[in-house]
């Protein structure tokens, strides 16, 4: 079950890819944008919403519910205490790397995507 969740999560990774490249993920090593966060509906669980500026003006927009256990450097605390944080989700597909700030359960900040290019070529 467990290996069937992951292989889950790298094809939503993929998708993300695809999505905020514009459908050409193979063109750009690194994706960046802006990022919100709010708690989600469940404890334990961030809601981040990932968007970014294509390159003729177009608008890309993504978000996933994450537990906060798959976000590295991430705290309940700092969720809720507030400052500046940066985590970072980590699959097969690539790492996006996510800086700012949160205070109250609400957060923003900007993210940089980085792919496994080896992953994206095949």
Request: net charge positive.
């Amino acid at each position: 079950m467990l290996k069937r969740f992951f292989a889950g999560l790298t094809i939503l990774l993929l998708v993300f890819v695809v999505f905020l490249t514009g459908f050409d993920a193979s063109a750009q090593d690194i994706v960046t944008g802006t990022r919100t966060a709010s708690t989600g509906k469940e404890a334990g669980q961030i809601h981040l919403k990932f968007e970014r500026r294509g390159s003729k003006g177009d608008n890309h927009q993504m978000d996933q519910n994450f537990a906060l256990a798959e976000l590295q450097g991430l705290s309940h605390e700092q969720v809720l205490r507030g400052g500046t944080v940066k985590f970072s989700p980590v699959r097969e597909a690539g790492t996006i790397e996510c800086e700012g700030s949160f205070q109250d359960g609400k957060g923003s900040g900007t993210f940089r995507f980085r792919g496994n290019q080896a992953l994206l070529r095949q």
